[in-house]
């Protein structure tokens, strides 16, 4: 198909990313198969940044999307991920060497326990091998040359932290939430090598960071050794689409009926509905006064379509940022 027969694409492909693919790898993935399907040249971006180490939902913005991608930036998150006791890794994951051992290994009731220590507001040390910059340079820059790296502790919120599942060996991703229900032969009094937790997260907050500390608490070590994020902002895993997947549907029936629309990444958003006049002068960056509304933000729209994001104060409408969709009023 070539490419005058499509418009650019305006909205959301929510990518599966799979292990060993960093974000911008699946930015340009998702790049590549449009542009070998014939579509018209999209920008595209993601929706915060997902390590090579982890896979799971990323959000791809497409179009005008991209110019919501930094509110996904903001947004919460939900990881599953799994510390391995008893050994810690420069990278804190399983990409980096050895640096210190325990023999400890908690019991699952301490683990439990220690928990609440972990939730709501806290202060949190990122890892070494991050992408923060120190004096210009990224930190993970820094730690592969061989320099000591010291980054100040960032406050982080832990809205909720929980037992996935305690069990040894097995793939966290079949497994069910824990309860009081553990299995055969697994009592809360006995010491676990490993154990998967579920965190809901604000943004900012390292994992691996999370499970350093909890390791610590519980009085040995620790590193990642699975890590899946569940959900960014409103998208969910239920939404994810593998790469292999996405590739099969530009090739098919096309990617239309994959994108979520742009206005899915604002679902926490409430609607202001325009008229034709108020959608003109919106387009052109004017003000709209006298409006009843609460202050607050709203995504303006003419009918269906997205016309701009909007900042009531005071009965005053300012535009946050201006969409270009066809079928809006000109």
């Known amino acids: 198909m070539s490419e005058t027969n499509r418009v650019p694409l305006s909205g959301w492909l929510i990518l599966d990313k799979p ?24 920008k595209v971006g993601h929706g915060g940044t997902l390590d090579p180490l982890a896979e799971g ?17 903001d947004s919460d998150k939900i990881y599953a991920f799994t510390i391995r006791f008893g050994e810690e890794t420069d990278t804190l994951d399983t990409e980096g060497v050895g640096v210190a051992t325990s023999d400890v290994r908690p019991t699952l009731s301490e683990v439990e326990a220690v928990l609440p220590r972990f939730t709501g507001p806290i202060e949190q040390v990122p890892p070494a091998y991050s992408a923060l910059k120190i004096d210009g340079q990224r930190a993970y820059d820094l730690a592969r040359s061989g320099q000591a790296v010291e980054l100040k502790s960032r406050a982080v919120v ?6 996935r599942h305690p069990g040894e060996g097995r793939d966290p991703e079949l497994q069910a939430p824990c309860s009081d229900a553990l299995g055969p032969g697994l009592r809360r009094g006995d010491e676990v090598d490993q154990v998967t937790l579920v965190a809901h997260v604000s943004k900012g907050t390292y994992i691996r960071s999370l499970a350093r500390d909890i390791a610590q608490a519980l009085g040995t070590c620790g590193h990642v050794t699975y890590l899946r994020r569940t959900k960014a902002g409103p998208f969910t895993q239920a939404q994810a689409i593998s790469l292999d997947k996405l590739e099969e549907a530009a090739k098919g029936a096309g990617l239309e009926h994959l994108l979520l629309p742009l206005e899915a990444g604002l679902d926490d958003i409430p609607a202001l509905c325009l008229d034709q006049t ?43 940022r201006g969409f270009n ?4 009023a000109e």
């Open 19 to 42: 292990r060993g693919m960093g974000s911008t790898q699946g930015v340009s993935a998702v790049k590549r198969v449009l542009r070998q399907n014939g579509y018209a040249k999209t």
């Open 57 to 73: 939902v990323l959000p791809i913005a497409l179009g005008e999307a991209t110019k919501l991608a930094g509110r996904m930036l």
């Open 158 to 163: 832990i809205h909720s932290l929980t037992i």
């Open 278 to 320: 108020s959608a003109q002068a919106v387009r052109q960056g004017r003000v709209l006064s006298g409006m009843p509304q609460s202050s607050g933000l709203y995504l303006a729209k003419l009918g269906a379509v997205p016309v701009a994001l909007m900042e009531i104060t005071d009965g005053t409408a300012t535009v946050v």
């Open 325 to 328: 969709l066809p079928d809006v």
